[in-house]
Every structure is written in C-alpha cells, then in structure tokens.
Nanobody, 125 residues
Framework: QLPLVESGGGWVQIGGSLRLSCASS????????IGWFRQAPGKDYEGISC????????TYADSVGGRFTISKDNAKNTVYLQMNSLKPEDTSVYYC??????????????????WGPGTQVTVSS
C-alpha cells in the first residue's frame, strides 16, 4: 500500500470554491475506486463522493447536492474534488480513501481500506 496524499485544503469564503487533490503513488490507483470523506467536529465520518476505477460511475452524498464534482486524471494518478458554492457546514477535515474494490460498493468507511492523512477545509465569512 503506497501513500495517498491530499492537498488543496485551506480557508475559503462562503460561496467560494476549492479544489482538492488526492495523489496516489500506486499505478492506476492500485486498481481501486477512490472515495472522498469528511469529518466535521463532533460528527461521524461522512462519505461524500466516490469514483470507480474506470471512471464510469460516480456517487455523491445528498448533503453536497450539485455543488461538488469528482474527477480523475489517470496520467497524473490523481483524483480531484471540485467544491463550489461552499457553505460553513462544509467545514471539515477531508480525506481520500482507497476502496476495497474497483467499484464504489458503498459510502461507509468499512468499504475502504487505506486512507490519506486528511486536509482541513474551513469555510467562513
């Protein structure tokens, strides 16, 4: 299991945008799907998005509505999460994680077996 590294977090104004990156050292993402999770203070991990290995299937949590977009760049071995129209409730530590399979089997943490260290996103005025 080679490292997953998130980047792109930081502070952003309400209504602003931010793009997170998840870089994998494994070729072809280790033949796995990649998901994004977040954990706000005092709350459980929330699975917010996932993209299958082939990129033919993506999932989103209801909480992000149509504001977030997941994508991948195989040449750079990187998965992105574009976040638009950010709200204070989006403030969380964001993690990317490698799924147990090449498809997105579910949004629970048990469906993922390897995690990055996380990156903080803070949304405020």
């Amino acid at each position: 299991q080679l490292p997953l590294v998130e980047s792109g977090g930081g502070w952003v104004q309400i209504g602003g945008s931010l793009r997170l990156s998840c870089a994998s050292s494994d070729y072809n993402f280790g033949d796995r799907a990649i998901g994004w999770f977040r954990q706000a203070p005092g709350k459980d991990y929330e699975g917010i998005s996932c993209i299958s290995l082939n990129g033919d299937t993506v999932t989103y949590a209801d909480s992000v509505g149509g504001r977030f977009t997941i994508s991948k760049d195989n040449a750079k071995n990187t998965v992105y999460l574009q976040m638009n129209s950010l709200k204070p409730e989006d403030t969380s530590v964001y993690y990317c994680a490698r799924a147990r399979y090449s498809w997105c089997s579910g949004s629970g943490v048990g469906e993922f077996d390897f995690w990055g260290p996380g990156t903080q996103v803070t949304v405020s005025s």
